[in-house]
């Protein structure tokens, strides 16, 4: 049996604590399981034993070099179910000082963030299949600003995105 999703990730961090509150504020992400140098966390609508794993190295440890001067994952990107959700989760990121980016994919709605640690993740949320049109699908070449008012209007505040849905290629 191929692959289903991808369960969870774990990142190293300078301060557990530190990030932990970070991602509860940030996500709404709860702690299931801690120890003093490491926790793991979960999104509030997962059904996952824990979605995101932090492991401690300490405040000496340096930057990560990925995507400049080395190879390494570039970001983790979460989905919500509407797009009410993505702009209280925007306005929450920008109180943070932690939103760098926002983007239009076409058929897909994307916010950038950054963590305490500078470590980028992005937050989306999915235009639903069933509202795919030659038009989005053909617009995924090209990258536009966010105008998250204009897509609330678009497909409706409460719309559940395409969470798990295939997109044609």
């Known amino acids: 049996m191929p ?5 969870h990730a ?4 300078r301060d ?3 990030s932990v509150a970070f991602y509860r504020e ?4 709860t702690v299931v399981m801690g120890t003093p140098r490491a926790a793991f966390l979960q999104a509030s609508g997962s059904t996952n034993d824990h979605d995101l794993g932090l492991f401690e190295m300490g405040a000496q440890a340096g ?16 989905e919500v179910d509407t797009l009410e959700e993505l702009e209280r989760i925007a306005l929450k990121l920008g109180e943070l000082d932690a939103l760098v980016g926002t983007s239009d994919h076409s058929t897909t709605k994307a916010l950038y963030a950054k ?3 500078g470590l980028e993740f992005e937050v989306s949320w999915l235009v639903p299949a069933d509202l ?7 617009g995924r070449t090209t990258i536009r600003p966010l105008d998250i008012a204009r897509e609330k209007e678009r497909y409706g505040a ?12």
């Open 3 to 7: 692959v289903q999703r991808l369960n």
């Open 10 to 13: 774990v990142l190293f961090v």
């Open 16 to 18: 557990v604590e530190r």
């Open 26 to 29: 940030a996500l709404g992400f």
């Open 63 to 78: 930057p990560s070099g990925a995507g400049r001067a080395t190879v390494g994952l570039y970001h983790l990107a979460w």
């Open 115 to 117: 963590d305490p640690d």
């Open 132 to 138: 795919l049109t030659e038009e989005a699908l053909e």
């Open 158 to 169: 409460g719309t559940r995105g395409g969470v798990g849905v295939s997109i044609p290629a």
